[in-house]
């Protein structure tokens, strides 16, 4: 998501705007000078969950900065400690206060962690968050179907915006980059590349065992690329399976890593139980790549099963594992590629986002 934040606020610049970013740092705040529109708070690492950090005091510093700003509207992220500190700052100034809800906690603290500890926080944590976005002026989400979820949860209107990606960063070929001579990957080795979090929600155990059956049939090699806490798990699995060899868990890949490997995939997969429209699958669309995704959350709102990408039913390895095999047999998927590439374009651009944003923070003002 921040990436997708620091692209969306270069946009509205581009379009003649003044966005600004308040977010965690270090332990010390600050931030990278070249980004004046960035504001880091103080923060430490979430101990329930080490991947995050969070700022726990940033609320009189955000209060500070946002009056020096005059800032006109407050579009708060994350219902937690950087959210609620918008979410007081437009309240103290009395701008409108703009809510986009992006994550289905529940569905997350059965995915990262059993202790009863982490799960008693998450189910406060739900009540907490749509208590705030209840109180906010407008409410967006990019899905249709966590849209209608979420206006029957919280008795309010709540407006759909997607979520956009740079098209043409994402279409333009990458020269100079062979991600098979990085990663050493064999030339007749199909490419099947999952890239996200490594929690159970996503659905990489079940790629793991879908693609156990995918190599005895095929020449492919399986990509893992992101952290979280399953790592070790799914690491240890793909050596029981006994596909180790034709298995490589990235970490963390880097932005300027991204586009050649989302590129030079044969498919990109994602199962998962409760995404609401994973930006992942957008950017694969963009670059062309066949994707794969579950019928679950806000994927099929996304992916037109047989027209712009696949679906599957999420946690079922077999019917994956043929649809993998499908892909990556040699079929012709050009009208595929074609249909969703002019999908992104047409409905996922970071102008299309940007501009519909735009449009609710002007009502909004107005109202």
């Not at 996503?202 to 020449?219: I, M, N, P, W």
């Not at 999420?314 to 993998?324: F, T, V, W």
């Not at 651009?349 to 923070?361: C, H, K, N, P, T």
Request: aromatic share 8%.
């Amino acid at each position: 998501m921040a990436h997708f934040l620091g692209s969306y606020c270069k946009e509205l610049a581009r379009l003649g705007h003044e966005p600004h970013v308040f977010t965690t740092g270090g332990l010390l705040g600050g931030g990278n000078r070249e980004e004046s529109w960035v504001h880091r708070f103080r923060s430490v690492k979430f101990p329930l969950y080490v991947q995050y950090r969070i700022a726990p005091a940033p609320f009189l510093g955000a209060l500070r900065a946002a009056r020096k700003l005059d800032v006109d509207v407050v579009h708060i992220q994350t219902p937690f400690f950087m959210g609620t500190a918008g979410f007081i700052s437009g309240k103290v100034m009395e701008v409108p206060i703009v809510g986009t809800y992006h994550t289905n906690f529940l569905e997350m603290s059965e995915s990262v962690s059993d202790s009863k500890v982490f799960k008693g926080f998450v189910r406060f944590a739900w009540k907490y968050s749509t208590g705030l976005y209840r109180r906010c002026h407008v409410l967006t989400t990019s899905s249709r179907t966590i849209a209608e979820h979420l206006r029957r949860l919280m008795r309010r209107e709540v407006l759909t915006v997607p979520h956009g990606v740079d098209v043409e960063r994402f279409g333009r070929p990458v020269e100079g980059v062979d991600v098979r001579e990085i990663y050493g990957i064999p030339s007749d080795k199909a490419i099947v590349t999952y890239l996200g979090r490594l929690t159970r929600d996503k659905g990489v155990h079940t790629l793991l065992d879908a693609f156990s059956e995918v190599r005895k049939k095929a020449r492919a090699c399986l990509v893992v690329a992101g952290l979280g806490p399953e790592k070790e798990a799914l690491e240890k699995r793909s050596v029981e399976l006994g596909m180790a060899e034709d298995t490589r868990f990235l970490g963390y890949v880097e932005e300027a890593e991204k586009v050649p490997l989302l590129q030079q995939s044969n498919v990109v997969v994602l199962v998962s139980k409760a995404d609401l429209v994973p930006l992942v699958l957008i950017e694969a669309m963009a670059c062309g790549t066949p994707v794969i995704g579950s019928r679950a959350g806000g994927i099929p709102n996304l992916i037109e099963d047989g027209e712009t990408g696949f679906l599957v039913r999420e946690g079922d390895p077999k019917e994956l594992s043929e649809k993998i095999l499908e892909v990556i047999s040699g079929a012709d998927l050009e009208g595929v590629k074609r249909k969703a590439k002019e999908l992104v374009k047409r409905e996922f651009s970071m102008e299309v986002s940007a501009r519909a944003f735009l449009d609710i923070y002007r009502k909004a003002s107005k109202s």
